[in-house]
């Protein structure tokens, strides 16, 4: 018996997997009691570097950190879902003097790594007469590269659809913008949406880079808290309690999409049965172009 992909393995390769796996824990377990054990003897563990978290000046600094974090991924995500879809519109139009022009941004926006686009904005733009703001510089950055990837997974999303459904689309009587709207973008988001989600984690801790800029986000906050003599340079300590806020921020962003990714599953025009119509190709409709065939039967009667 076998799967389409891989075959199912036997009793022997079974007991291979399972001592690997179990092989793997031992290491993983081994390196991370090292860990442990190195820090312990640096004097990483010491009261002296803890005690900085002892006071309120420190907390408040990680909170206003976290709040120019969580202000410039917002700002970035939106701006980026958005030039993500304009982007992907024009990749997709069937005009080459649309596609062309709009290909090669992509391409570039794609190759220009982001911290080599905040330095640009930040330190580069100075040199011409435009100063810019180290909060702007990281929100410009992040939206230029991240809808610029985003872009081309809609892209992705669109084409990876039967040609069917746009055919269904055109055949009710949509004009192409409708098509679009109606039946290719929304499936192509709930087919990319594991994709997105994990682009906008990226996002997220791509805003840790605006502290070469001296944009005041959270990693600028570890970094001088790190920093205090006073304390011993709690640099380990800054960075576990630093590095723990951006765990619980990517978790409550992937139990956000999970959340929102089950209420697309439950939608009834997202999940409901393909209907077959007849001079569509001998391709499925999904529930929006059948919607659409009745908005339009009823506007007719009522006229």
């Given amino acids: ?60 600094l990680l909170f206003e950190g976290l709040q120019h974090t969580l202000s410039a991924f917002v700002v970035a995500a939106v ?52 100063r810019v703001d180290p909060y702007l510089a990281v929100v410009v950055a992040l939206i230029a590269y991240n809808g610029s990837v985003l872009a081309e997974a809609l892209r992705a999303g669109v084409e990876s659809l039967p040609r069917g459904q746009k055919e269904a689309g055109y055949a009710i009587g949509l004009r192409k913008n409708a098509v679009m709207r109606l039946i290719l973008l929304p499936q192509a988001v709930r087919a990319m949406m594991p994709v997105i989600i994990s682009q906008l984690v990226v996002a997220l801790k791509d805003t840790a880079l605006g502290f070469i800029i001296t944009f005041p986000e959270l990693l600028y906050v570890i970094k001088l808290l790190g920093t205090q003599i006073d304390f011993g340079s709690p640099q380990v300590p800054a960075a576990i309690v630093g590095g723990t806020v951006y765990v619980i921020l990517c978790l409550i962003l992937s139990y956000i999409a999970y959340r929102v990714e089950r209420s697309m599953r439950r939608s009834p025009k997202l999940r409901a049965a393909p209907v077959a119509i007849e001079g569509a190709g001998g391709d499925a409709v999904t529930m929006t172009e059948m919607i659409a065939v009745q908005r339009r039967g009823g506007r007719r009667r009522n006229g």
């Fill in 1 to 60: 018996m076998s799967s389409v992909l891989y075959d199912v393995p036997g009793p022997r390769a079974r007991l291979r997997n399972r001592i690997l796996g179990i092989a793997t824990v031992l290491v993983v377990l081994a390196l991370a009691g090292l860990a442990v054990w190195r820090m312990f003897a640096t004097g990483q563990f010491t009261a002296q570097k803890w005690s900085l978290f002892t006071y309120t000046r420190p907390w408040l």
């Fill in 79 to 130: 701006g980026a879902l958005i030039l993500g879809f304009i982007l992907a519109v024009g990749r997709l139009s069937d005009h080459a003097w649309v596609r062309g022009p709009v290909g090669w941004i992509v391409e570039i926006l794609r190759a220009v790594p982001v911290l080599i686009f905040m330095m640009i904005l930040y330190y580069g733009l100075p040199v011409v007469g435009v």
